[in-house]
């Protein structure tokens, strides 16, 4: 079983930067793949990065590459979200997930995190 619990989210203006942290429960959890997703107001959740268990593969949204970055600390039972140049279309709900499996998957994760909040003023 893998709990998790996201931090780091605010108030920023565009152009500004963010660092989202998913703190993960469970020892089990340094061999998950882990990703970040969002859901803005009215839109359905979208992948937005993955990493899997030891950090050698990464994937991103076309969106978002180039201008965020996954990272995981399996020390510390931690996964970060490094958002750089962010505007208004980044604002949502962004949420953490892990999965048992050896990839990085965009859908069919089981553990999710509850959210945290990013809003991109212009």
């Known amino acids: 079983q893998v709990q998790l619990v996201e931090s780091g989210g605010g108030v920023v203006q565009a152009g500004d930067s963010l660092r989202l942290s998913c703190a993960a429960s469970g020892r089990a959890f340094r061999d998950y793949a882990a990703a970040w997703f969002r859901q803005a107001p009215g839109k359905e959740r979208e992948f937005v990065a993955g990493?899997?268990?030891?950090?050698?593969?990464?994937f991103y949204t076309a969106s978002v590459k180039g201008r965020f970055t996954i990272s995981r600390d399996n020390a510390s039972n931690t996964v970060y979200l490094e958002m750089n140049s962010l505007t208004p279309e980044d604002t949502a709900v962004y949420y953490c997930a892990a999965e048992d499996d050896i990839g990085v998957p965009v859908y069919g994760y089981d553990y999710w995190g509850q959210g945290t909040q990013v809003t991109v003023s212009s």
């Open positions: 990493i899997s268990w030891n950090g050698r593969m990464t």
